[in-house]
């Protein structure tokens, strides 16, 4: 039985729908049972189709990390686990308890999500957040396997309301270039890791097939939709009152900036041919991604 923590997530939800249509049995934890989406009849019909076993069901069970006691009930009679751990900078020690109740609980195969440019002190403090989790699962004695993804495909998500309205969307990052990777190849490459020794002791940066940037993203969204999408620079006190006003923390803030700063100087260009080693196909394009999700920018 594999346990998904952050299951409602952008990643482990994905994650969770995969892996049942593949016939896994799996436990999903999360906060909130009443947002989880199981895999509809379509996606099982689709598993039969592909010659795997179809109809398992997903278990879904209410937890919370700063309840050890509902996350021990999950991790028992757990094989493997993918942990989703850190939030914030004020998160940074429960990574580490995972692993330990995983390691309790006998867990034998762990897959933690971290992020690209983890360890790397240009970063700034941002860059030290997943560090704990990552060296806790390396001395676990377990199975591990790390994934460093870049930035997500999905976070142009954000710029849907701005782009429904002909506004310009924000850029805090310049013409600073990025492996935007799709999030549903870092879920496949999650479910293979949580499913194959093979990828035991791996650190994998995972990246999209090219480098692109904001204004790059913006004008395949504008090819995509046939309409304009422009691009607005904000500087670091605009940037800074934008995500105060969508009541981040300051600490979360000053993270977000260093890591803007850090992809505006260079740092985050950086491709991979880690998904084509794990999935034995190339990673998706981000125009892939915005035709897939086209609907979300479009007037209702």
Known sequence: ???VT??????GSEVVRLLARRGEKVRALTRDPSRMRLPDAAETEAGVEAGVEAGVEVEVVRGDYLDPASVDAAMSGATAVFLVG?????????????????????????????AIGTGDPAVGRVGSWHL??????????LE???????????????????????????NMTGDGLQGVIDPRDVAEVAAES??????????????????????????VLADVLDRPV???????????????????????VEGVMAGSAYV?????????????????????????????????????
């Open 132 to 141: 704990p989790g990552e060296q806790a699962v390396r001395e676990s004695g």
């Open 144 to 170: 591990w396997t790390v994934l460093r993804p870049s930035s997500f495909a999905s976070n142009t998500l954000s710029w849907a309301e701005a782009v429904r309205a002909g506004d310009p969307v924000p």
């Open 194 to 219: 949580l499913l194959s020794a093979r990828h035991a002791g791996h650190t994998y940066t995972l990246t999209g097939p090219g480098m692109i940037s904001v204004p790059d993203q913006a004008a």
């Open 6 to 11: 952050g299951a409602t997530g952008t990643i």
């Open 230 to 252: 422009g691009t607005l620079d904000l500087t670091p006190d605009q940037a800074r009152a934008k995500m105060t006003e969508w009541g981040m923390a300051a600490a979360y």
């Open 264 to 300: 505006r100087a260079g740092g985050n260009a950086v491709v991979t041919g880690a998904v084509r080693q794990v999935l034995g196909r190339p990673p998706r394009t981000y125009r892939t991604w915005a035709q897939d999700h086209r609907a979300a920018f479009e007037e209702a």
């Open 86 to 114: 850190v939030l914030g900078p004020d998160d940074v020690d429960r990574d580490r308890a995972l692993v330990e109740q995983a390691r309790a609980a006998g867990v034998h195969r762990v897959v933690k999500l971290s």
């Open 1 to 3: 039985m594999i346990l």
